[in-house]
């Protein structure tokens, strides 16, 4: 009998411990961030990032309910130095930012994903990809954006910065 007593209590206090545990995480579980394209419906369009030196484009557009599709490009004195075919694609709760730059990565596509939206800003990374390895949009206002790339280049942090407004 005794030992029945205390195979029951302590069955209730692990019962009574796992029960604690398991809202907890049931909680961190819906804490996990889920992403939808409808944060980024405010980028489809053209913008476009114009100085002495360079100037840059990239047009974005819807390509049905889960996916954008859009183009970069640069232009040094009118000759294209630069062009990229770009995608947004959303699902199961995540969005990728692929990549596709002719002559690069033996030609294959590079993904990025999705890991934050703080503060209308929009952070995509692929820790594996040689430069870059993170891709930020910040939306600023409707008619203007600030975007740029991180990353080790050649062991060295690299970044660049492009401040783009909607082309009318």
């Not at 398991?22 to 909680?27: F, I, S, T, W, Y």
């Not at 040689?130 to 062991?155: C, H, N, T």
Request: hydrophobic share 40%.
């Amino acid at each position: 009998m005794k030992w029945s007593f205390k195979f029951l209590t302590l069955a209730g206090i692990a019962v009574l411990i796992l029960s604690c545990a398991n809202p907890d995480a049931k909680n961190i579980k819906n804490q996990e961030k889920k992403f939808s394209l409808e944060q980024l419906k405010w980028l489809p369009g053209k913008w476009v990032n114009i100085t002495d030196e360079f100037e840059f484009y990239e047009t974005w557009e819807h390509a049905g309910n889960t996916s954008f599709t859009g183009e970069s490009y640069m232009l040094i004195d009118g000759d294209t130095v630069f062009y990229e075919v770009l995608r947004l694609e959303e699902s199961d709760d995540s969005v990728k930012y692929i990549v596709g730059v002719a002559g690069q990565n033996n030609g294959m596509d590079v993904s990025f994903g999705l890991v934050s939206t703080d503060d209308n800003t929009f952070t995509f990374s692929n820790p594996q990809h040689d430069y870059p390895q993170a891709i930020v949009y910040r939306y600023v206002a409707p008619d203007s954006l600030y975007a740029y790339i991180e990353g080790k280049l050649e062991g060295k942090y690299h970044r660049e910065d492009f401040v783009m407004v909607r082309a009318k």
